[in-house]
Every structure is written in C-alpha cells, then in structure tokens.
C-alpha cells in the first residue's frame, strides 16, 4: 500500500474535515443557545427594570447580545446551508427577583466566556471561525462587566 497516494491522503483529509466540521457546528450550538438564553433574560430584566440607568444598560446588553447572535447564525447558515434548531426553555430562565436574574445572567455570561475560551483553544489559527469567536469573547468580556456594574447599582441604591 503507498501511503502517499493523493487518494488515501485525500480521504483522510475529508475524514479530518468532517470531524472538524461537527465539532465547529457543537461549538457554535453551545454559543448560540448560551446567547439566546441570555437575550432572553435581558429581555425579561428590561421589562423588571428598577431604574433608567439600569434599562439603559440592559438595552446595550441585549443589543450586543442581537449582533453577537446575528453573526453566529450568518457563520452558521453559510457553514451549514441552515440555522440551527435551538428551543429555550422557560426553566432555563426563570429567576424570582431581579437580583436574581442579574445572579443568572451573570453565571450564563460566565459560562459563554469559559466556553469561549475553550474554543478559541480548540480552533487552529486559520481555522474558519476562530475570529468570530475571538470577537464574541472579547464582547462577552464587556458584558460581564456590565452585568457586575448593574449588579452593584442595584445593591447599592436598592437599600
């Protein structure tokens, strides 16, 4: 057998792409639902809002949170031909208080971020997706951070 025939390299790379290829469209599942959980906590904490400032940010939350999903989806559907199917369930967003939806959205955020950087490890350096994520996770960074400012407002001018 001469394992430098172009076919047996060929099909070895297809089997390598194929593998590649599932575990992009797994990571991109993971992000997508972790974003439309959290566009939907926000949502509900815009409409729990105690105060303008507060709506005021959960407003960019949601509107960075829109773009972030918008570009995953696009990456998605022209890798994959379709959007994924992802329901979220209300269990995966309830909360009782707004301090608690805060406490929720921060561990999801939480969770995108270790997520982010997990993948980012995972993609090679010119692999497909890799600066998508790279820009997600530096947004997630940002939310974060927003998400720890509105946690403090509250706890600070609920009193």
């Known amino acids: 057998m001469n394992m430098g025939n172009p076919i047996f390299l060929q099909n070895n790379n297809q089997i390598d792409n194929q593998y590649e290829l599932q575990r992009l469209r797994q990571m ?3 992000t997508i639902r972790n974003k439309m959980t ?14 303008q400032f507060s709506s005021n940010l959960l407003e960019i939350l949601r509107m960075n949170e829109e773009q972030s999903l ?4 696009t990456f998605y559907i022209s890798t994959y ?5 992802i329901v979220i369930t209300p269990q995966e967003t309830f909360y009782t ?4 939806g805060l406490l929720l959205a921060l561990r999801i955020k939480s969770d995108g971020i270790v997520l982010d ?13 890799k600066p998508l994520y790279e820009q997600v ?5 940002e939310q974060e951070n927003i998400i720890r400012t509105l946690m403090e407002h509250y706890e ?3 009193r």
Not at 97 to 100: A, I, K, N, R, W
Not at 137 to 141: E, P, V
């Open 28 to 30: 991109l599942d993971y």
């Open 38 to 51: 959290s566009l939907e906590i926000y949502n509900k904490l815009i409409n729990g809002s105690p105060d």
């Open 70 to 73: 918008y570009n995953l989806n």
């Open 81 to 85: 031909g379709t959007a994924p199917e």
């Open 97 to 100: 208080t707004y301090l608690d």
């Open 117 to 129: 950087r997990t993948f980012i490890s995972m993609l090679g350096e010119n692999e497909p997706g």
């Open 137 to 141: 996770h530096a947004l997630d960074l």
């Open 156 to 158: 600070t001018y609920s």
